[in-house]
């Protein structure tokens, strides 16, 4: 099993002014450390139960572009982004520069969306359930031919488009890898069969059961379920000193023996640097063995 650090809250004791020092401290220890992914949400407003809405929160693919220059061998992406936040012309350049500049590490973390509060505080659209999954499977699409030779017109259910031009390409190979978030059962985790490199699923009671659900997606796809890497989405707390750092393990070796290839989560107190030193030394090692 591998590791992922999700950072989904920014309000810190130093503050604002200390932010960006601060936060790249983290990355580059998060690196160091030996975690595969480095994530940061795609919201606007704090969300529950991170927090109150009013925390700080930064802008998902600026705060990436900050984190690749500041790592070197860490996968970088949102857990999730709402394929109505953004056209996706511009989210397929946004994770191609980013796939670029942090020399091949970027990964497309896409999702139906559902914050409904963020989106009409913000004034964009959020469209009825239905529509937003045509989006996205829209984006999926259309990002797919923008990291293809076709640079050609693209017609989907909503979106448009004369010539997805895409200078300079992206260094992944094909492309940069899809994660799909979400356990819908009949939507989402089709689309992860049939589209996604990489899911994202809650660490529930359901999680065996959309795992099997998924398998038979792929199935009816015609997919290899095993190329699909599956991730889950877990709280990594070691405690204030290490001291719940066994128990953890035991989870992930739970988890893992579920089928999830990847554990991915926020660190209590990730600002010691204390707290990533005991996953250089002892969680991340015993986890490898998973």
């Not at 469209?127 to 923008?146: I, K, N």
């Not at 992206?170 to 490199?197: D, F, N």
């Not at 739970?254 to 991915?264: H, N, P, S």
């Amino acid at each position: 099993m591998k590791l992922g650090l999700q950072i989904p809250d920014f309000t810190w004791p130093n503050g604002p002014a200390k932010l960006g020092t601060d936060l790249a401290g983290i990355a580059r220890r998060a690196d160091e450390a030996g975690f595969e992914y480095l994530s940061v949400m795609d919201h606007f407003f704090q969300i529950p139960p991170v927090g109150p809405v009013g925390r700080d929160m930064l802008e998902a693919y600026t705060t990436l572009g900050f984190l690749a220059a500041n790592t070197s061998n860490v996968k970088l992406f949102t857990m999730i982004t709402g394929t109505f936040y953004r056209h996706p012309g511009l989210l397929a350049k946004a994770v191609t520069t980013l796939d670029v500049l942090s020399g091949g590490r970027a990964i497309l973390g896409i999702g139906a969306g559902w914050n409904e509060q963020e989106a009409r505080g913000l004034g964009f659209p959020f469209p009825p359930t239905a529509e937003r999954f045509e989006l996205l499977e829209d984006a999926v699409q259309y990002c797919l031919q923008m990291w293809s030779d076709d640079d050609g017109p693209f017609t989907g259910t909503h979106v448009h488009a004369d010539r997805l031009l895409n200078v300079p390409q992206a260094l992944s190979k094909p492309h940069p890898p899809i994660m799909i978030g979400g356990a819908g059962e009949k939507k989402t985790l089709r689309l992860v069969a049939r589209y996604a490199q990489a899911c994202n699923i809650f660490n529930s009671p359901e999680l065996p059961h959309k795992l099997d659900v998924l398998r038979r997606h792929c199935d009816a796809e015609g997919r290899d379920y095993s190329e699909i890497t599956k991730t889950a989405l877990v709280i990594l707390d070691i405690g204030e000193r290490g001291e719940k750092a066994g128990a953890l393990i035991d989870e992930l070796r739970r988890v893992a023996g579920l089928g999830i290839d990847v554990a991915i989560g926020g660190v209590p107190g990730v600002q010691d640097p204390g707290k990533l030193e005991i996953f250089a030394n002892e969680v991340i090692p015993a986890v490898a063995e998973f």
